[in-house]
């Protein structure tokens, strides 16, 4: 299966600072459809996770956009540009290009 | 607006059985893949069951498999978890998704004695 390594575990941030959290992955994502399908959710706490980025960089409707996503093949980030009271839970990353889906431990995002 | 909303869970003792529903709205459920994926108190996620389309085939991690069996029904737009022979390590919040991208609300089960 593939492994999603996120880093960090735990990031700790003030209203207003730029945040990135990494995902690694054991074989590339890319998929022989061209498609890429490593996703971003949130888990705030208390409630069920959330769709923020699919596809690498797309943005979930609604989501506002200080959240963004980038990377290829094994290496991707995201990144929140200005950390608001409401981004605070776990991020996860996942990939569903490979069966089967696989998640990253997580990132809990703390208030500093 | 794609919604999922599971049902079934509960207080449940080793070695017996459960059901757990999904019923499904917002978009076109036969076009679409779906899973069972569950969170144990204070862990990460883990997926534990997925479907095709059609219903033709099923899949599922080595913890669940012989045990857990996912089926839906089409006309009702209603995905099923069956669980037999439950184990505490199966405690878990199991949640409804769509292809790992959204997520139901979840429902708790609770194996113990």
């Known amino acids: 299966d593939v492994v999603l390594t996120q880093t960090p575990p735990t990031l700790s941030a003030t209203i207003g600072q730029s945040v990135s959290i990494s995902c690694r992955s054991s074989?590339?994502?890319?998929?022989?459809?061209?498609?890429?399908?490593l996703h971003w959710l949130l888990q705030r706490p208390g409630q069920s996770p959330q769709l923020l980025i699919y596809?690498?960089?797309r943005l979930e409707s609604g989501v506002p956009n200080r959240f963004s996503g980038s990377g290829s093949g094994t290496d991707f980030t995201l990144k929140i540009s200005g950390v608001e009271a409401e981004d605070l839970g776990v991020y996860y990353c996942?990939?569903?290009?490979?069966?089967?889906?696989?998640f990253g431990a997580g990132t809990k995002l703390e208030l500093k | 607006e794609v919604q999922l909303v599971e049902t079934g869970g509960g207080l449940v003792q080793p070695g017996r059985s459960l059901k757990l529903s999904c019923v499904a709205s917002?978009?076109?459920?036969?076009?679409?893949?779906m899973s069972w994926t569950r969170q144990a108190p204070g862990k990460g996620l883990e997926w534990v069951a997925s479907?095709?389309?059609?219903?033709?085939?099923?899949y599922y991690p080595d913890s669940v498999k012989g045990r857990f069996t996912i089926s839906r029904d089409n006309a009702q737009n209603t995905l099923y978890l069956q669980m037999n022979s439950l184990r505490s390590e199966d405690t878990a919040t199991y949640y409804c998704?769509?292809?790992?991208?959204?997520w139901g609300q979840g429902v708790m089960v609770t194996v113990s004695s």
């Open positions: 998704t769509r292809v790992n991208i959204h």
């Open positions: 917002g978009f076109t459920f036969n076009n679409y893949w």
């Open positions: 479907i095709t389309n059609s219903g033709g085939s099923t």
């Open positions: 074989q590339s994502l890319l998929h022989s459809n061209g498609n890429t399908y």
């Open positions: 596809l690498v960089s």
């Open positions: 996942v990939q569903g290009t490979h069966a089967p889906d696989t």
